[in-house]
């Protein structure tokens, strides 16, 4: 069964720190997708990236980074040089293969990393 | 303009009444989907659509129904609404595109939901 482990339940940095916020899946699936949103605490959830199965180059978005490894199952994020907006609720999620819709696939979501950037 | 609308933000209700909440968009995206969020337990699948004519049950779907109006409009009823209910409800939608392709979903603002 498809599965989204983040083990880290609650993060807390000073700002400038650099932190990583963990993430393993288990799959099936030869092709599947990757993702991660950001919930901060106005509530709303914000798409950050998608990552397919067959491209493992690290993703580097400003201060944002991904670090995707097939061979341990895992898609790390980093933020580098944290500042307080980055204090958020951090979602990891996996696209899973639904039987019943064909190739459309639903998401399979991890339980979130609470981030708390400190001044 | 927010791509993704849910209406009403905030609800407070009592046990048993009947409670619908709405969701519009206007990213043109055929799917679309309901979610419930409770602390701890992360987001959960209520309901989903691919397109208006196809409706499926998500991960936890009893004591929910849907309707998908219009391909922009998909709403969320509690028929009979129990405390165990309160919760944050995300709509979202996202684009089919390519076969075999996921492409990520776009949450509307949530709707704080209270049953009392």
């Not at chain 1, 980074?65 to 580098?80: A, D, P, R, V």
């Not at chain 2, 998500?58 to 009823?77: P, T």
Request: charged share 20%; aromatic share 12%.
């Amino acid at each position: 069964a498809q599965k989204v482990t983040q083990a880290q339940t609650e993060i807390s940095v000073v700002e400038k720190e650099d932190v990583t916020l963990d993430c393993v899946y288990e799959t099936r699936d030869t092709t599947y997708y990757l993702f991660w949103y950001k919930q901060p605490p106005s509530g709303e959830l914000v798409f950050l990236i998608r990552r397919n199965s067959f491209d493992e180059q690290n993703e580097i978005s400003g201060r944002y980074s991904w670090n995707f490894q097939k061979s341990t199952s895992s898609f790390n994020f980093t933020i580098t040089a944290s500042q307080v907006v980055d204090s958020a609720v951090y979602f990891c999620a996996l696209s899973e293969l639904s039987p019943r819709a064909g190739n459309n696939r639903k998401l399979i979501w991890g339980l979130g990393t609470s981030l708390a950037v400190n001044p | 303009d927010a791509d993704v609308t849910q209406t009403p933000r905030n609800r407070i209700t009592k046990t048993g009444k009947r409670i619908m909440l709405e969701c519009s968009q206007t990213k043109g995206h055929d799917r679309m989907y309901w979610y419930r969020q409770d602390p701890g337990l992360g987001l959960r699948l209520i309901y989903y659509s691919f397109d208006v004519k196809d409706i499926n049950k998500g991960e936890i779907s009893d004591g929910y129904s849907v309707s998908r109006q219009a391909q922009a409009k998909f709403s969320l009823s509690l028929e009979s609404a129990i405390p165990n209910q309160t919760a944050l409800y995300f709509c979202a939608t996202s684009d089919s595109l390519q076969q075999g392709s996921y492409n990520e979903q776009f949450f509307g603002p949530g709707t704080r939901l209270t049953v009392l």
